[in-house]
């Protein structure tokens, strides 16, 4: 089977910056595309970034363009997410997102797109 295991989750303070990693194994999994998601106290999980097979291709939420990067090292079937400037309503649970096919230069945008799930981890932002 394929399991995703974040990390990097942490408190921080607003405008600081935080790291998440992600790592996918298994023999099943053939690289597809990632992504992360969030899910915010009291609201539905949301799409945050994206990226295609090829991480070329990436896809942002308008809510952190110019602020979250998001990369991948198709080698190690790793997704990191770059998160600066961090603001509060920032805090939520972060998932990452693994796709087991697509085109090579295909982002998906949809949360019912990604085949595989991590388990979550918990960022917090105070102001």
């Known amino acids: 089977q394929v399991q995703l295991v974040e990390s990097g989750g942490g408190l921080v303070q607003a405008g600081d910056s935080l790291r998440l990693s992600c790592a996918a194994s298994?023999?099943?999994?053939?690289?597809?595309?990632m992504g992360w998601f969030r899910q915010r106290p009291g609201k539905e999980r949301e799409i945050v970034a994206t990226i295609s097979r090829s991480g070329s291709l990436p896809y942002y939420a308008d809510s952190v363009k110019g602020r979250f990067a998001i990369s991948r090292d198709r080698t190690k079937y790793t997704v990191d997410l770059q998160m600066n400037s961090l603001k509060p309503e920032d805090t939520a649970v972060y998932y990452c997102?693994?796709?087991?096919?697509?085109?090579?230069?295909?982002?998906?945008?949809?949360?019912?797109?990604?085949?595989?799930w991590g388990q979550g981890t918990q960022v917090t932002v105070s102001s």
């Open positions: 997102a693994a796709r087991n096919s697509g085109n090579y230069y295909y982002t998906p945008r949809r949360e019912e797109e990604f085949n595989y």
């Open positions: 298994g023999r099943t999994f053939s690289g597809g595309p």
